[in-house]
T-cell receptor
Framework: DAGVTQSPTHLIKTRGQQVTLRCSPK?????VSWYQQALGQGPQFIFQ???????QRGNFPDRFSGHQFPNYSSELNVNALLLGDSALYLC??????????????FGSGTRLTVV | KQEVTQIPAALSVPEGENLVLNCSFT??????LQWFRQDPGKGLTSLLL?????REQTSGRLNASLDKSSGRSTLYIAASQPGDSATYLC??????????FGDGTTLTVKP
């Protein structure tokens, strides 16, 4: 049973560039959430996608955008990268069908370094 | 706005000791509370999930409790082992799907 898969595992980008991170949810899950985790801190909620729509959003600027595809996989896009965007980006999937959540399963993350 | 605090930030214990990690939160309108462990540079591994209507969950040497009235959850680890060394995070999840994490407690279990 495949868990949550994220790609790439590591990425180095230059300030001002754009980046796309990808996530495949656990089999049977229909909801994908994205998080940013700075060193020594807990994950910060970016947004959640369900039925290809952004369901909830945290306090992140519009430079952060996302998409969910019909197969439930998701992308996180960050435009105009800043040095402060360097972090571990985590994707989590869950099952929300019927309004009930069985909790989150996380991927191993993408380590983004902006230079 | 939900705020989640985990105290202590770091904890070091000798192998075999029983220990308690604390998680406090300000908004009791939660849907689920979930405890995770995170090894350095890795993703999060789910340990226990407590639904809003439950008071505790157990898995092996782990027991998590939830007291919504006092805004607290505890994670009890029995007979700690060096392999338990990791950062432990609690997350509060609302009905609307928003989640808030604490900054974690970094546990070191010394042989």
């Amino acid at each position: 049973d495949a868990g949550v898969t994220q790609s790439p595992t590591h990425l180095i980008k230059t300030r001002g560039q754009q980046v796309t991170l990808r996530c495949s949810p656990k089999s049977g899950h229909d909801t994908v959430s994205w998080y940013q985790q700075a060193l020594g801190q807990g994950p910060q909620f970016i947004f959640q996608y369900y039925e290809e729509e952004e369901r909830q959003r945290g306090n992140f600027p519009d430079r952060f955008s996302g998409h969910q595809f019909p197969n439930y996989s998701s992308e996180l896009n960050v435009n105009a990268l800043l040095l402060g965007d360097s972090a571990l980006y985590l994707c989590a999937s869950s099952l929300l069908t019927g309004g009930y959540s069985y909790g989150y399963t996380f991927g191993s993350g993408t380590r983004l370094t902006v230079v | 706005k939900q705020e989640v605090t985990q105290i202590p930030a770091a904890l070091s214990v000798p192998e075999g000791e029983n220990l308690v990690l604390n998680c406090s939160f300000t908004d009791s309108a939660i849907y689920n509370l979930q405890w995770f462990r995170q090894d350095p540079g890795k993703g999060l591994t789910s340990l226990l999930l407590i639904q809003s209507s439950q008071r505790e969950q157990t898995s092996g040497r782990l027991n998590a409790s939830l007291d919504k009235s006092s805004g607290r959850s505890t994670l009890y680890i029995a007979a700690s082992q060096p392999g338990d060394s990791a950062t432990y995070l609690c997350a509060l999840i609302t009905n609307a799907g928003k989640s808030t994490f604490g900054d974690g407690t970094t546990l070191t279990v010394k042989p």
